[in-house]
């Protein structure tokens, strides 16, 4: 499997950004898809997860503030709208499918900064 992210960037507090993430190899659809974040000096964690195009789980930071959605044709791609963004949510992004032990993509820095 093979997963692009991109839609990361500076941006200021209460600002928003969307990310995108793409599998680019796999022949079948993917039904559950992640987005994990890695802050500085944190371990890695979950932000949101989504199955099929409706079951969506959210991190406690994340809900009310980050969508995860799959609303394309392909749907081997997910997004993740963030809004009302904080400094804490400073970090790099990464697309994961199957797990810790599975596949994950090169990441995506977000930088929430005045």
């Known amino acids: 499997a093979h997963l692009v992210e991109s839609g990361g960037g500076l941006v200021q507090p209460g600002g928003s950004l969307n990310l995108s993430c793409s599998e680019t190899?796999?022949?079948?659809?993917?039904?559950?898809m992640n987005w994990y974040r890695q802050s500085p000096g944190k371990e890695r964690e979950l932000v949101a997860r989504?199955?099929?195009?409706?079951?969506?789980?959210y991190a406690e930071f994340a809900k009310g503030r980050f969508t995860i959605s799959r609303d394309g044709p392909d749907e081997n791609t997910i997004f993740l709208g963030m809004k009302k963004l904080k400094p804490e949510d400073t970090g790099v992004y990464y697309c994961?499918?199957?797990?810790?032990?599975?596949?994950w993509g090169q990441g995506t820095q977000v930088t929430v900064s005045s």
């Open positions: 190899e796999l022949r079948v659809v993917i039904r559950t």
């Open positions: 994961n499918i199957y797990g810790d032990d599975g596949y």
């Open positions: 989504i199955s099929g195009r409706t079951d969506t789980t």
